[in-house]
């Protein structure tokens, strides 16, 4: 049976804290910038209330011609975008601050595509409406979701552990977070219910992965109590490096599949995933671990 990680393999993972801050900073700081001259998420239909149209075609219709169809319908800034690959799905959406937005514009949207574009084969899959409303708050519960489910994570760790294992696994899902965040932003992926999941998920992973070395580091801080806290920190992340790449590997490997090949609906949440346990995975190695050797008093 082969080993991806051998036996033995003594990485020097303090040594490389400076590096790995710098560009933990770089990310985190392109991340933010990218939201600042966005304005912030591109959030769905799900946090800002409106109405959406998922439409198919039998034949390849141009992106043109669906805007063409619905430009002078008069219900305001109507959205198209490419759903997929093929050329055969999109999705319309109507922005709204207006509760009254519903049914009566999605007849009028499909009605128009009907008549535009006659022995096209066109088919609604599906029509979304979200009242203002309910998206504030749903957009509100989603945030509060994020922080709070840091903030317990965060607080598990130090009292599983010690104080500064929580620090450190505090720091470790913030900077998850951020990352992750920014990636969203710098792909322009729409935030919907689905990725808010993601985002979740990615803060549950990545609190795994840093339980497992912590542990590790646990036990080797009573079996070599004498030793350097650097030196023993890095034998515990060595020891579970196998570990940690066989289930961030094989991890990846159904979220790439599910990115490609799993259909538009569940892009963005594969797209998170793909993102954060990537992330989640590095930070427990470089972020969380320094942080537990800083508090101890190892920095030199």
């Not at 601050?97 to 096209?120: H, N, Q, W, Y």
Request: hydrophobic share 45%; proline share 2%.
């Amino acid at each position: 049976m082969f080993e991806i990680v051998k036996p033995g393999i003594n990485i020097n993972f303090i040594k490389l804290r400076p590096m790995a801050f710098a560009f933990s900073a770089l990310v985190i700081g392109v991340g933010l910038l990218s939201l600042l001259m966005k304005g912030g998420l591109n959030y769905g239909i799900d946090f800002t209330g409106g109405l959406m149209v998922h439409v198919g075609f039998e034949d390849e219709i141009s992106i043109g011609q669906v805007r063409s169809a619905v430009d002078d319908l008069g219900l305001g800034d109507i959205s198209v975008q490419e759903f997929g690959t093929q050329g055969h799905e999109y999705l319309l959406r109507v922005p709204s601050g207006d509760s009254s937005v519903g049914g009566g514009r999605a007849a009028t949207i499909k009605e128009a595509l009907r008549d535009s574009l006659p022995g096209s084969g066109f088919e609604e899959l599906r029509t979304e409406i979200v009242g203002p409303r309910v998206g504030k708050e749903l957009r509100r519960r989603g945030i509060l979701s994020v922080l709070f489910a840091t903030l317990m994570m965060g607080a598990y760790i130090a009292f599983r552990f010690q104080v500064r294992f929580g620090v450190g696994a505090g720091i470790a899902l913030l900077h998850d977070v951020l990352v992750t965040i920014g990636a969203l932003s710098l792909a322009n992926v729409e935030i919907d219910l689905s990725v808010v999941a993601g985002l979740l998920t990615v803060v549950g992973y990545s609190v795994n992965d840093t339980v497992v070395v912590s542990d590790r580091i646990r036990e080797n801080m009573k079996k070599f109590s004498r030793d350097d806290i650097a030196s023993l920190i890095n034998s515990s992340i060595n020891e579970t490096l196998s570990r940690t790449v066989l289930t961030t590997g094989t991890s990846l490997l159904v979220l790439f599949a599910l990115f490609f090949v799993g259909g538009g609906v569940i892009h963005g949440f594969a797209y998170t995933l793909i993102i954060g346990l990537s992330v989640g995975t590095y930070s427990s190695v470089f972020i969380a671990s320094p942080v537990v050797e800083y508090m101890k008093g190892g920095a030199r």
